[in-house]
């Protein structure tokens, strides 16, 4: 169970937020690929977003997002208080201009590569590393 103060806290980050993402690292920073990922496509899309970078309390921030929207991967976006999803989801929305419609923001020229779609197309490249315990 959560730590209900942390709970809490997180609770009013997300409502306080009209787009939050919890991620590994930072915008500037990303310290997984599909944080990343995550990342290329708000920015794609121009919008302003607050990001919490979860490493430094990994395991009770997973707790409490798993209480709040039974969900314990990182990333996750929020959009005005309710969990949109992770990378894969929200790459996938963003594909078929869901996202943007959600986010009012505009849609990103089908040229516009997603880091995805960018990482296929550059075999030289390697692709995020997963580990998996």
């Keep these: 169970m959560a730590e209900p103060e942390l709970k809490t806290k997180v609770e009013e980050l ?19 690929g599909f944080s ?10 121009g919008i302003e977003y607050a990001a919490l970078d979860v490493l430094p309390a990994l395991d009770p ?17 929020y959009v005005k208080g309710e969990l949109v999803g992770g990378c894969d989801i929200v ?6 201009g869901e996202l943007a419609e959600m986010l009012g923001a505009r849609q990103p020229a089908a040229e516009e590569l997603t880091a995805k779609q960018e990482l296929q197309a550059d075999p030289q490249q390697s692709p995020p ?3 998996e315990n």
């Design 14 to 32: 997300i409502n306080d937020h009209e787009v939050l993402l919890f991620m590994k690292g930072t915008p500037e920073q990303p310290q997984c």
């Design 36 to 45: 990343m990922r995550v990342v290329h496509v708000l920015e794609s899309m």
């Design 91 to 96: 790459e996938e929305m963003a594909e078929s």
């Design 129 to 131: 590393m997963q580990i």
């Design 61 to 77: 921030l997973r707790q409490a997002t798993g209480e709040i929207a039974d969900w314990r991967t990182f990333p996750q976006l």
